[in-house]
């Protein structure tokens, strides 16, 4: 059992289906979106990408464990 968890930052280069499904491969437990930087369409698009991922990793779950999320305010 581990007790840390990997903190990733989606970003213009880390957005992409490909390189989520590869962070969700490396473990990571929590996805942190910067809104400082970036329109709203992409933050929710950003968002909604990480939940259909999850939910695709663990299709018989009853209740799926999302993973978490941790956003930056602006200011």
Do not use: C, W
Request: charged share 25%; aromatic share 4%; net charge positive.
């Amino acid at each position: 059992m581990r007790n840390t968890k990997i903190v990733v930052t989606l970003g213009p280069a880390s957005r992409s289906p490909e390189m989520v499904q590869a962070l969700f491969a490396a473990g990571a437990d929590v996805f942190r979106i910067n809104t400082s930087h970036g329109s709203y369409d992409a933050h929710r698009a950003a968002i909604g990408l990480v939940r259909t991922l999850s939910k695709r990793r663990r299709p018989h779950a009853r209740h799926i464990a999302r993973p978490a999320r941790s956003e930056d305010a602006p200011g």
